[in-house]
């Protein structure tokens, strides 16, 4: 599929009603879906420098939601997330907020923590690892679920710092 064809199929779909698009076809496969244009971009997946080339090509083509006016509360919300700490995932594993299941969550939002205090755990391969907090502050987000898998470096939770 060439990129005019791509750039044809997006234009279709964003004039219709159609809300989610799936295509596998030979080399490659395009996902498009419009319930949250911000969040869910196209995506091209296929094999060798063809599929790297319509990615790369794609994705300008969307448009993004800085495009529109933000809302003044939008614009003070990325304020405090600029002054915000995230806790990170050193590692990949299962993560776990509490210590036990019949034990509350070691931090919930709003709670208050130092630097160096536990606030979860990630198990990897039977081992059970400690993530503590990198800085002092109040808790604003908790961006992952009890026993949610998660990724090397994705924020676990958000602290103002004091």
Known sequence: MKFAEI???IAQIDQSEIQKLEL???GGHIL???RDIADQPVQV?????????????ASPALPTASAKAVPESA?????????TVQVKAPLVGIVYLQPSPDKPQYKKVGDHVQ????????????MMTEIKSTSSGTITEIL???????EYDQPLM????D
């Open 32 to 34: 498009i879906d419009k």
């Open 45 to 57: 997946t296929g094999t060798g420098e063809e599929a790297a080339k319509q990615q790369e090509q």
């Open 158 to 161: 958000t602290i103002i710092p």
């Open 144 to 150: 992952v679920a009890n026993e949610e898998v998660v």
């Open 75 to 83: 614009k003070q919300a990325t304020e405090v997330k600029a002054n």
């Open 115 to 126: 630097k160096g205090e536990v606030v979860c755990l990630i198990e990897a391969m039977k």
């Open 7 to 9: 750039q044809e199929l």
């Open 24 to 26: 596998d076809f030979e």
